[in-house]
């Protein structure tokens, strides 16, 4: 029997407010343990939640972004369950009535493109973490964490392949990073994602018994879970048994899932409605206001990038799959006359071989977008050749020095005067007979060592074009 | 003269007039307190140094002229009202120890208007109760009987208050928590409409219900608190948007042309008392001839609303309470084996059997299944409550009614049977539920003599009708004058 899977993500996205959530104090990641602390979000007797405005104007233009309808009124709820690492003992989240409902993705893969529906789009706070001693039998609270502002995405049930997945998940963080609205980062968890999968026969509608896969801090990570899962339901279903409903973790090292340990408990968490805050009203001037301000988003900006720059819809798409290559490619293509065509292949082919190579982002590339315009300037008005171009590239990125710099200290001016290069000509020609003697008896693939041969004379100066030009007319004289 | 005797205006004038110091005024008090308290058992905490520090600072800005009306008054604030540096126990053993970082707004603000701070008052645990016999403590004595109970659950404030410990107090009332033990101390106790004053920092029980009010020897002394503690907290995103008017000015209206609607369902409820009827005939014939039409109405909902607020108040308390865990502050019981076990025993231990009580009500009302059947009917129930007072209030200026059933009981009398105890919130839960204010003034005296409230109730934000109705009533009636033997 043949069968297909059928996935849906839930995604925490931590906003990038300085702030948190229900008080002042800083979301900044890494500081020493319990400093970033008050009595609100310590949870202290007699504290009371203030609503912070702007994590809310993030999760609105999210809302918008990903086509969701935006509630007139949306209510908190407190979630009520124990833990240490949540001070209240009940998170403060969004449960009968969300922000947001109702949108959808787009996304493209070898399959063509396909819709990916979006359920929900809801705030919450975030709680703190354990920190369990590796030596003694005790664990510490930090509560630094507590009070951050999350946007939970829940997908519909719509994406069939590992690919999907991946697909939807890079378009939903690219546009969260277009709108600047959450940093991204998957490793330091402000971008987290859990999937639901089940297996059911092909061309049959009721689902399967899903799993909740956790832990999973990578889209490549994302995706081998959902691989490895779908294989495993299948032999599961295949070997006569029945998929359990439960929460597995991945483990990357081990490259399986494996189900989560304790007892899973069903929990009830009491929601009801948060009697600390107003129902959250959002009026369509304040939407529209939003609106008014979004950046371009990914999808626009790919359609341009084909309309403006001539670029092929692959291209497009890999320059805008990240604002800040998109960025990027802009500030080359605005400080330099070449064709759009080159600098997309510098960018996408050198400059991205090079970060990949070093593991850098392109907000840490070594040469900046200026230096490569120049670079690109040099090599268009003919200054330096395409293989020069590459050493100087290059040598940029190991020193940090200007492109114009670099050509002048190595003396890699391209040499484009005849007399001079005539004059290895002659000297190639007359150093090798033998190739001389073949190249007129036929052998006219000879032509590509005879060029070899000049420019490593010229120590790969001299201008290609030339080189060929003028050992064409010596040879075939 | 009798310092510790003076209504807050009287001393306000004394003050102001330099014929007295506020150091003068808290010792008074301060030895007042030595004198009866172990009679009534008004405190949990007193903070005689703090207090005499902040009346030393309050003479310095009287002396200087144009200081607020609060400024060198000694009064005293319920236990769960946070006062920073001050232990604040809620009248609990878990919070025995809790020292709170920051000071309630209302705490702030009669700090600001400066005011002295002379103790904290004893309550029932975590405000759930109508006779401070739930405080982990010690119970309160009634000053006007020792072997009755003060009412609660701002017990404490009201006795010390009757008993002139401090010349007015703050409370909290959730489903009567100041107007019932001001009818039972015979001082006047003013909830205010929900939003209308801060609750940050006073310890929730019932968020949607819980508002912080005046416990006062007179109407004019109730304006005068409203005036200092009123009005926005950016802090509290539940409180009124708005600036808060002078109550005082309230305090000139007359009750002429004014109309004041007599709910039948009050007046024909089981259990009340024959003595507290014939009190309320009397009231309603006083204000009759100070010009008010007094007309029976029908709040027809009446009936449901302790069922609704036994339902409502648990479940915001299951979890409102669910942080007091051991982790992070108050008490932690010993030696726990693991984590469930160390909430366990810790709440266990430290709640006492009411909270306990009323944690399981809630827990269950909130629970999968059950929700719609209980938290979600009840809050059905609040909307039919609140659409009987808004018809009422077409038609009439405020609505008045016992305060309780009966006088203050006997310490004890009810403690085995928690649902009688309920029953006797029927004719306070309304506004709390509804979200309106209520104020009770004493209206005079039991057979036994002990002291009886009348309630006055009006539209949400409609304070100045309460205290306009109840000072007239107050001048009228003449009964506020009467003071406890102790």
Redesign the interface.
């Known amino acids: 029997m043949e069968f297909e899977a059928v996935i849906g993500l839930e995604v925490h996205a931590q906003l990038k407010t300085r702030s948190k959530i229900f008080c002042g104090c800083s979301t900044a990641f890494g500081a020493p343990p319990n400093t970033h602390v008050c ?1 609100v979000c ?10 912070n405005k702007k994590a809310v104007d993030f999760a609105i233009m999210t809302s918008i972004a990903t086509n969701c309808t935006v509630a007139r009124e949306s209510r908190f709820a ?1 979630k ?1 369950y ?1 833990y ?1 690492d949540l ?4 998170q403060i989240s969004m449960y009968e009535l969300p922000l947001s409902e109702h949108g959808w993705l787009e996304i493209e893969t070898a399959a063509g493109k396909k819709r990916v529906g979006i359920t929900r789009i809801h705030m919450e706070e975030d709680a703190g973490k354990l920190v369990h001693d590796e030596f003694a039998p005790v664990s510490r ?1 930090d509560l630094n964490r507590t009070g951050t502002p999350l946007m939970e995405i829940v997908s519909e049930p719509d994406m069939r392949t590992p690919e999907e997945a991946g697909a939807y998940l890079r378009k939903l963080h690219a546009i969260l990073r277009y709108l600047d609205v959450c940093d991204g980062n998957m490793e330091e968890g402000s971008f987290r994602c859990d999937a639901n999968v089940s297996i059911r026969p092909r061309g049959q509608e009721a689902f399967g018994t899903r799993a909740e896969l956790k832990n999973m801090n990578s889209f490549k990570n994302v995706e081998k879970a959902l691989a490895f899962e779908i294989a495993r339901q299948t032999a599961v279903i295949e070997d006569g048994g029945r998929v359990v409903q439960e929460t597995r973790l991945w483990d990357a090292n081990a490259m399986k899932t494996l189900p989560m340990r304790g007892k899973e408990e069903a929990h ?1 968490y ?3 409605p948060e ?4 129902p959250l009203v959002v009026f369509p001037q304040w939407e529209e206001e939003l609106k008014a301000r979004l950046p371009e988003l990914p999808d626009a900006r790919k359609a341009r990038f084909t309309s403006q720059y001539g670029l092929s819809d692959y291209d497009a798409g890999v320059l805008t799959s990240e604002r800040e290559l998109a960025d990027f490619f802009e500030a080359v293509m605005a400080s330099c006359k070449g064709e759009p065509k080159q600098a997309a292949n510098w960018v996408t082919g050198a400059l991205m071989g090079l970060l990949n190579a070093r593991g850098l982002s392109i907000s840490e590339s070594p040469v900046s977008a200026l230096a490569l315009a120049a670079l690109l300037t040099l090599l268009d008005s003919g200054v330096i050749s395409g293989k020069i171009a590459k050493t100087v590239f290059e040598e940029m990125a190991e020193t940090g020095k200007a492109p114009d710099v670099i050509v002048k200290e190595k003396g890699l001016v391209q040499v484009s005067d005849a007399s001079v290069i005539e004059k290895a000509v002659e000297e190639v020609l007359a150093e090798n007979p033998a190739e001389v003697t073949g190249y007129r008896g036929g052998k006219t693939k000879l032509m590509g060592f005879f060029v070899g041969a000049v420019m490593k004379k010229t120590r790969g100066k001299a201008n290609p074009g030339l080189v060929n030009e003028l050992l064409k007319k010596r040879l075939d004289a | 003269m009798e310092l510790f005797r003076l209504t807050v205006s009287e001393a306000a004038d004394l003050l102001s007039r330099r014929e007295i110091s506020s150091r003068e005024l808290t010792l008074a008090a301060l030895s007042r307190i030595e004198a009866v308290e172990p009679k009534v058992g008004a405190f949990i905490t007193l903070c005689r140094e703090e207090a005499l520090a902040a009346a030393d600072a309050a003479d310095k800005a009287l002396a200087k002229g144009g200081a607020a009306p609060l400024c060198g008054i000694p009064l005293s604030v319920k236990d769960v ?2 006062t920073k540096g001050v232990r ?1 126990t ?1 009248g609990s053993k878990i ?1 025995e120890s ?1 020292f ?3 000071d ?1 707004t209302v705490v702030s603000r009669l700090k600001d208007a400066g005011a002295v701070i002379i103790g904290k008052n004893n309550m029932d645990e975590f405000a759930m109760g109508s006779s401070t016999e739930n405080s982990a403590f010690h119970p309160t004595r009634n000053p006007w009987d020792p072997c009755r109970i003060p009412g609660g659950s701002s017990g404490g404030s009201a006795a010390a208050v009757a008993a002139d410990m401090g010349l007015c107090s703050l409370g909290s009332d959730t489903g009567g928590s100041i107007r019932q033990p001001a009818s039972h101390c015979g001082v006047v106790g003013l909830k205010p409409s929900y939003g209308r004053v801060s ?6 029980y ?3 219900l819980d508002q912080v009010g005046p416990i006062t020897k007179s109407v004019r002394d109730a304006a005068i608190l409203m005036n200092a503690i009123a009005g926005h907290d ?5 409180s009124m948007p708005k600036s808060a008017p002078d109550f005082t000015e309230a305090l000139r209206g007359e009750l002429s042309g004014m109309t004041l609607g007599l709910p039948k369902e009050y007046m024909e409820a089981e259990g009340l008392a024959p003595d507290v009827a014939l009190l309320m005939e009397k009231a309603v014939k006083t204000l009759s001839e100070l010009g008010a039409s007094c007309v029976p109405v029908s709040l027809p909902h009446t009936g449901y609303a302790v069922a609704a607020y036994y339902l409502i108040a648990p ?2 308390a ?2 409102n309470l ?2 007091y ?1 051991g ?3 108050g008490f932690r019981a010993e030696n726990p084996n693991d ?1 469930a076990e160390m ?1 366990k025993n810790t709440r266990s231990a430290g709640f006492g059997p009411e909270v306990r009580r009323r944690i399981l009500l809630g ?1 269950y009302a ?3 299944g059950y ?1 719609d059947a209980y ?1 979600g009917k009840a809050s059905q129930v609040r909307t039919l409550i609140m659409r009987d007072f808004a018809r009422v209030f077409a038609s009439c200026d405020a609505v008045i009614s016992p305060v309780s059933p009966t006088p203050a009981f006997l310490i004890g009398e009810k403690c085995a049977d928690p649902l009688t105890m309920y029953l006797s919130d029927i004719f306070t839960v309304p506004a709390n539920l509804a979200g309106i204010p209520g104020i009770s003034v004493p209206c005079g005296f039991s057979a036994d003599g002990l002291p009886v409230g009348l309630q006055i109730m009006a539209d949400h934000f409609k304070e100045e009708t309460l205290l306009t109705v109840a000072h007239a009533f107050e001048a009228a009636a003449g009964v506020s004058g009467k003071k406890p033997q102790l």
């Open positions: 009595p310590l949870g202290m007797p007699g504290v009371l939640p203030v609503l407190r009520n124990f240490p001070p209240k003992n009940f609270v009830d009491r929601y009801f009697p600390d805050l107003l | 009202l946070c604040t809620c919070l809790f709170p970082p920051y309630a609750r940050y920092g006073l310890v929730a019932a968020s949607s950016p802090k509290d995103s539940t479940a915001e299951s979890s669910a942080r865990d982790v992070k502050y984590l909430y827990t909130l629970s999968a929700y938290y």
